[in-house]
């Protein structure tokens, strides 16, 4: 659902320029220092990026889905370490707030959020816990009005930059399932938390992850998200389903950065006398390139639709981030492919992207998840 389509023009257009004017051009020295430059950071605080999906009473711009969607197929046009900084902050790291959290947690951190003053981590993933998030082992134990918090969760986003982390954790180690598991917003800054080291990682320079690890740390029992036990779970699902539509629309806008790239290199490039545009065989990749981005595009716009209109969509948004992360990694192979030995080395920018994308099929759930997340649903549905 489009609010007001002007609006969210000039949203778009100020987005646009933003990615071109000044993103586009820092994406190689965000690659070789591993750091998105402050002044970056605080244009991105002044567009309102971080506070996208915060409703407008709590100070943000409280985007509908489709109006996120549209974002993010904008800031797909460049490299999403970039989309990454505040992606955690609008969407997995904050939505739980939103869906789940009491009055007052919204009020004492959705503004703070909103502006970019506090950066929100999502904290589910373990060592020993990955696709089957809701066998986790952090417990958080109640001792009067506190939460003694101990474990150690794996490849948290932003975890280096965050001033708040949704927490999953286990309040009820007789219940070893997701009915176990409860949400926390915990402050950075608590006594008993400790940052792992950045990890090394294949791509997306300059967005970092690391270990959070959490010993005898003492949350109050006012930052249980909601209030009640038992329910974190849930909460965690509902962000990630509403993620994964974010995430598909991102791999839709990356892929249509690369598909530039790669048109672009295809007719400036000649062999045998003539663009290797003409070729009917890199036309062939160009064209398959082509109807997959439309393909993912159509679907992500569509299941955003659905969504805003209020029809439940887990089976659309895994779709979604299947077939847009798949379609992502396949534009990519292609991509690197027209651009021959170039799409190799480093200086012509192609392999980066290649390596950056390779994350989509992997991170909120991989794509076998998502296959198991539709069948479970077509099975449910055909059997009620
Ligand atoms: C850069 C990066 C950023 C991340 N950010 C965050 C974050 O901010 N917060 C957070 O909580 N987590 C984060 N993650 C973790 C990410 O969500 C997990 O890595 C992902 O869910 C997969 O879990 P795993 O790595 O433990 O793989 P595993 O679950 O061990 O899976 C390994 C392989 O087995 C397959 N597999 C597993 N179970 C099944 C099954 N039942 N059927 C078929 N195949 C199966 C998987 O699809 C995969 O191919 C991040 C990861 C990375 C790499």
Known sequence: ??????????????????VRERLVPAEAIVAETDEIP??????????G?????????YGGLGVTMEEEVMVMLAMGQTSPCFRSLFGT???????????????????????????GELIASFALTEPDTGSDAASLRTTAIREG???????????????PHAGIFTLMARTNPQD???????????????????IGRKDRKMGQRGAHTADVIFENCKVPASQLIGGREGQGFKTAMKVLEKGRIHIAAICVGVAERMQRDALHYAMERNQFGQPIAEFQLVQAMLADSQAEIYAA???????ARQRDAGRNVATE???????ASEMCGRVADRAVQIFGGAGYVSDYGIERFYRDVRLFRLYEGTTQIQQIVIARNLVREAMR
Do not use: W
């Open 297 to 303: 595009r159509c679907m992500v716009i569509d299941a």
């Open 317 to 323: 948004a895994s779709c979604c981030k299947l077939f």
């Open 89 to 115: 902050t609008v969407g997995i790291g904050s939505q739980g707030i939103l869906f789940d959290g009491t009055e007052a947690q919204r009020k004492k951190y959705l503004p703070r959020l909103a502006t």
């Open 49 to 57: 990026l971080f506070g996208l999906t915060v409703p407008e009473e």
């Open 145 to 159: 009005d506190h939460y003694i918090v101990n474990g150690t969760k794996r490849f948290i986003t932003n975890a």
């Open 38 to 47: 402050e002044d970056i950071v605080r244009e991105m605080k002044e567009l």
């Open 176 to 194: 070893k399932g997701a009915g176990g598991v409860s949400a926390f917003i915990v402050e950075a800054d608590t006594p008993g938390i400790t």
């Open 1 to 18: 659902m489009i609010r007001d389509p002007q609006t969210l023009e000039a949203l778009l257009d100020a987005v646009n320029r933003f």
